[in-house]
Structure formats: structure tokens, C-alpha cells
């Protein structure tokens, strides 16, 4: 591709590089300029423009970003996304429902290594996105670019790029109780208000004392694909009320604990074919904690497993919760806290 200035007389058929003023309005940057344009462009006074002229090795952006689009996404209706209309080299994919995003993180590497007027950004993997949320956009950044790197590019795209959706439509939610007797309403409606972003719904309020064997005569009880726990009094050991009741409900422990504050605290287990998540405390805010990204990966089908907990620290530092009863800092001396 060439780029840079040109008489006027030498610019029909090139593409205009920079929005120029004219007396009524103004030619907007990427119009390939005709004859018209040109004669519009006289009168208003230029006689030199900053153009763009493809060679005949290349591609214009437009078609470049669309076939890239097209191969990361090469089955939209079967991979949940849709390919929003091309425009200034851009294709916007967006979620055509919810679910988590799924993509190969090395493949998105290998497609922006290609070129460096190649690039597709994308939403962190397994992020859960609602419909019509933007998952990705493919933008060439130059107004053409080599037919060799874009063919390249679409080598290594490896369709690797869609939408899990939910395969789990019920939850189960048991709560329990520790001195004062509590309904579990805000647990239930946060909990419900949660699951439901994703299509699920939950089960009638279940609350029980916070002894071994109510909570797993309840957790027996439960009909939903997926069983949560949440506890009046925070499970700070294997050995602790929660896991007891579900080892004596006939399920097992898979993994206690994760590097994801908040929710430290968490636990996995199951129950015959079903999947068991002790919720911690943070839990009953709707902000974002540990427990969102276990949950939405049950609930989108993936088989959690506890190497996989183990490894969310990066990126597991998220915001404190503002009703925390013992927020991170506070153990710090005064003087290193910030102000």
C-alpha cells in the first residue's frame, strides 16, 4: 500500500486518509474519492490530499477484517455469536445469548502475531456475557493489508471463538442458621438474582438449623441439577458442619479453599451426578466473587476440577466487598494502610 500526499489531480480512485472540511459539511477519512469528490474538493479550495492507494496485492480493510471475522467465527448461529456489519475495517462479534466466552487464548496470539496491522480483542476467557454483549472486534488498522498476511492470519484464527450456553436449568439452594433463626430470604433472592443471568432458576427457599444432620437430610432432599450451600456461620475447616453433612448425605469433598478473594472460603464436592458448591459468606452480595466463576462454569457444562481452582489467583484479587466484616486491610498497621 502506498500512503502520503498527492495533487488532487492524482487522487481519483485512492482512499481519502484524513476527514477533510469542505464549505457544506466535510468528506469523511476511508471514502475511495471519484471524480465528484474530487470536483467538491477543488472548489472548496484544496489541491492536495493525503491518500491511501492499495496495491494489487492487497485487500481493503473492510474485506480483510470480514474474512478474519469469518474465521474465527466461521459458524455464528452454532457458536452463539453474530458478525455485526463491517465498516472502517472493524467487525464487532457479538453474544446472541448467554453464556461464558470460549476461545483459544493462543490462537487470538498467533492471529495478532501475524501482522502488526492484524489485531482481534477479546473479552477475557470464560467471562460470563449476557446477549448482545460484544465478545470480540477484529479491526485492520491500516485502509489495506497484504492478501498474504490476512490469508496467514486466517490460518491460525482456528474458529476459535464461541459462546458456552447453560445446560443446567435448576438450582437447589440450602441454607442454614446459627443462634438467631433466619428465613434465608436475602440469600435466597441474591442467590436466585445471580443464577438467573444465566437462565437458571432456584429451587423454593430451603433453610435448616446449622447441624450436621438437618443439612444433609436437606441436601438429600434437593432436586436441583446443581446443590449450593450457604451457611450461617462461615466453613473454616474439611472437618467443619458443611462438609461433614455432605460426606454424611453420601457425597464427597473434590476441594476446599481458593485464591480468589473474596471467596476464600469455597468448597466443592458431589453428590451422586451432581455437582455440590459450599458458597462463602460473600455470597450473599451480588458483587462478583470466587463463587460466580465455579457456579457459571457448572452451570455452562465445564467439569470443574480442583487444579483448576487452584489456579485462578491471577486475577483473583477482585474488589472488596463494602459490607465485608473484616475487610483486607484491616490487620495492617495504621500507618500502612492508605488513607
Known sequence: MKFGPVPLSEAEGAILAHSVALNDGRLRKGRVLDAADLAVLEA?????????????????????????AQALVPEPEV??????????????????GAGLVQLRPADIHAVNCVDAAITVATLPELMRVEPGAMVATVKIIPYG?????????????GAGLRILPPVIRRASLVQTWVGTPDDGTKGHRVTAARLHRLGVILDRPCVVTHQIAPLAEALRAASGEVVLILTGSATSDLQDTAPE?????GGEIIHFGMPVDPGNLLFLGQ???RCVIGLPGCAKSPALNGADWVIERVICGLHVTAKEIMSMGVGGL????????RPRRQGEPAAWRAD
Open 318 to 325: 477482585l474488589k472488596e466487598i463494602p459490607s465485608r466484616p
Open 79 to 96: 457458536m452463539g455469536l453474530e458478525l455485526r456489519p463491517v465498516g472502517t475495517g472493524r467487525v464487532n462479534i457479538v453474544a446472541t
Open 44 to 68: 472548496a479550495g484544496h489541491d492536495c490530499l493525503t491518500v491511501a492507494r492499495l496495491d494489487p496485492t492487497d485487500q481493503h480493510e473492510d474485506a480483510a477484517a470480514l474474512a478474519l
Open 271 to 273: 453428590l451422586g451426578a
Open 145 to 157: 493489508v497484504a492478501d498474504k498476511a490476512i490469508e496467514r492470519a486466517c490460518a491460525v484464527a
Open 245 to 249: 453433612a455432605l460426606r454424611a448425605a
